[in-house]
């Protein structure tokens, strides 16, 4: 049997991190910029403390019209509860993950480090090629 193959051959590595710390307004014209949907937010030492996404800016942005200011920071409005693989995980059970959530991407670890994110794309090009 050969071993099938995993979601580190196939996730994105140069990864968009944002800081807790950042304004919400700069970190959302970084998605806007990057074309990204969102990102993760890491702390000084590296580690995965949360998840930015546009609909955590549109929250942001709706407070914004409401008070009138861009008040606040990535913390106050990113996902402080990440799911995320790992980047031993072999592509089937990480299909499997997608197929259980509504998540279009997850952070990947390893040895409890950020090291990529895997989106439905990477598992689709990665099930494409082991079987197309």
């Not at 990102?39 to 403390?49: K, M, N, S, Y």
């Not at 949360?50 to 942001?60: E, P, V």
């Not at 914004?64 to 592509?91: E, F, H, K, P």
Request: hydrophobic residues 45%; contains cysteine; neutral net charge.
């Amino acid at each position: 049997m050969t071993d099938r193959p995993r979601i580190s051959d196939y996730m994105a590595h140069d990864l968009v991190t944002l800081s807790p710390g950042m304004e919400i307004n700069r970190a959302m014209h970084i998605l806007l910029d990057r074309k990204i949907s969102g990102a993760p937010v890491v702390d000084g030492q590296g580690a995965l403390i949360g998840i930015l996404s546009k609909k955590d800016c549109l929250k942001a942005a709706l407070d914004a019209s409401y008070y009138r200011d861009w008040g606040g920071n990535v913390a106050r409005y990113m996902s402080g509860d990440v799911v995320t693989l790992n980047a031993d995980m072999d592509l089937v059970d990480a299909a499997k993950a997608f197929l259980s959530s509504n998540f279009r991407r997850f952070p990947v670890l390893q040895d409890g480090r950020l090291v990529g994110q895997i989106s439905r794309a990477d598992i689709l090009r990665g099930l494409a090629d082991q079987w197309g």
